[in-house]
């Protein structure tokens, strides 16, 4: 159930990553309290999931699912580019959630 919680609050991560764009600089009032209230309950989960994970791999993948689903949405919403080697780093980033998962306890 840790795991689960943990993929939430990532996924939620990816969300205020992106509103924090859209906020432009908390400029903007209904995106900046969407991020806001996202990025609490990203927060929130994270702390949930720490219950019983250990820290170290639970902030690790909690980010890299923030990262790669946060350059991934760059990439098709904003137009940011897609090079082969930007590719390859978030497969990286990927495999590292991976094995975090398969090797890091919890």
Do not use: D
């Amino acid at each position: 159930m840790a795991w689960l919680v943990l993929f939430v609050a990532g996924i939620l991560e990816i969300g205020w990553a992106i509103g924090l764009k859209y906020s432009e600089g908390f400029t903007r009032p209904l995106p900046t309290v969407v991020t806001l209230v996202v990025a609490w309950a990203s927060f929130f989960l994270l702390s949930i999931a720490m219950r019983s994970l250990p820290v170290g791999t639970a902030y690790a993948v909690w980010t890299g699912i923030g990262a790669v689903g946060t350059a991934l949405l760059g990439i098709v919403l904003f137009g940011e580019p897609a090079t082969a080697a930007r590719l390859a780093c978030i497969a990286l980033i990927v495999a590292g959630i991976v094995g975090l998962k398969v090797f890091g306890g919890g």
